[in-house]
């Protein structure tokens, strides 16, 4: 069995990623996971809506900023952009071998949510640079209930201000009742106009915060 040590040290490969990385392979692989998938379940199971799609740039100089509500999250972006999406994942989850393997060819990549450090710029960075990948995060960290946008950290407005890309916010309903049987869940997806890129990492967090309470009508209790 692996020390804690010996964990972190199996992770720090996965905490940063080069452009060529995002390949044709990863591309295809999440094509299939997010949009045939994971793409039955949402259409055929929870009914998706998606409203806005309208205000996806064109281009990759964006980040999509969401609320977080459960697992669900992370595929349903994927599976609503144009763009393939890496995301962000504690790396705790990529000390499970299993798992390791899917979050590896899905493109998503390691953070130490104590330590967010160099690795972790370097790789935003690596993403802004790839022909079509965009960096997918939820400022929130862990999911949170419905009603609520609590526990928001500036993390992702620093990381836009460093790679110079905008931030696109989209607010999610619906993930947090999962369901089984067909056609009686509801998601809604909406996708918020984009927040340019001003270079002050408060600002943009607020704008993404008065975003997302549009979107998605919860109410933000700032961390006392």
């Not at 309208?54 to 969401?66: F, R």
């Not at 949170?144 to 993390?155: F, H, N, Q, R, W």
């Amino acid at each position: 069995m692996k020390t804690a040590e010996e964990k972190k040290e199996l992770t720090k490969k996965y905490m940063t990623r080069k452009p060529e990385s995002y390949n044709l392979f990863r591309t295809i692989w999440q094509w299939l996971v997010t949009k045939f998938w994971y793409g039955l379940s949402y259409t055929f199971i929870y009914r998706k809506e998606v409203y806005g799609k309208e205000n996806i740039p064109k281009t990759n100089n964006y980040i999509v900023v969401a609320n977080h509500l459960s697992t669900l999250d992370p595929p349903l972006l994927a599976n609503i952009m144009p763009n393939p999406v890496s995301f962000m994942a504690k790396r705790e989850l990529f000390e499970i071998p299993m798992l390791r393997i899917m979050l590896d060819w899905l493109g998503a990549f390691a953070v130490d949510r104590e330590n967010v450090g160099s690795s972790t710029i370097r790789t935003a960075k690596s993403i802004s640079n790839t022909k079509n990948w965009v960096l997918g995060i939820f400022p929130q960290g862990t999911r949170e209930p419905a009603g609520k946008i609590t526990k928001v950290t500036k993390g992702f407005a620093g990381l836009a201000k460093s790679t110079k890309c905008n931030i696109l916010p989209v607010g999610i309903l619906g993930t947090d009742n999962p369901k089984k049987i067909p056609f009686t869940g509801k998601i809604i997806v909406k996708i918020g106009k984009v927040i340019e890129n001003t270079g002050d990492a408060n600002q943009m967090m607020n704008e993404w915060i008065k975003a997302i309470q549009e979107l998605t009508g919860f109410e933000y209790a700032p961390q006392s």
